[in-house]
């Protein structure tokens, strides 16, 4: 990624944030990995009645969260590189703004999926 020269600062910032948000992507691509094999472990717990159908219901549902979350943030990781045009602060902001509320947003997602995950362990394994 290269950007224009007008201002140090704000371009390192933004190359920070380009290598941020493929780590976001990978992260949310391998929950979306990880909820399908939880997903199948729990209709075989379904079976031997180890956890409610509601966690089933849950993940579903985390799943379908987390792959909206993960193409919105992949379509801006590509128009992220669009960065590099910009020739005003005002544009570098634009960019920033959003890319803050990205971060927002996904933060939330690992901290609502590791609850999930962490009550779902905690009925396989039988813990109060």
């Known amino acids: 990624m290269t950007l224009n020269n007008h201002g140090s600062d704000i371009d390192v910032v933004h190359k920070y944030n380009h290598v941020e948000l493929k780590g976001w992507v990978n992260q949310l691509k391998y929950i979306n990995r990880e909820i399908e094999?939880?997903?199948s472990l729990c209709k075989h717990c379904l079976?031997?009645?180890a956890?409610?159908?509601e966690t089933l219901e849950l993940f579903?549902?985390?799943k379908k969260l987390?792959?909206?979350l993960y193409k919105t943030v992949l379509?801006?990781?590509n128009t992220y590189v669009n960065v590099a045009e910009c020739d005003d602060i005002q544009c570098d902001m634009a960019y920033l703004g959003e890319y803050d509320r990205l971060r927002e947003s996904?933060?939330?997602n690992l901290e609502v999926y590791q609850k999930?995950?962490?009550k779902f362990f905690d009925e396989v394994l039988l813990k109060e």
Do not use: A, C, Q, V
């Open 37 to 39: 094999n939880l997903l």
């Open 47 to 49: 079976i031997n009645k």
């Open 51 to 53: 956890i409610p159908e």
């Open 60 to 62: 579903s549902e985390r």
């Open 66 to 68: 987390n792959n909206e």
């Open 75 to 77: 379509s801006y990781s």
């Open 106 to 108: 996904y933060h939330k």
């Open 116 to 118: 999930l995950k962490d």
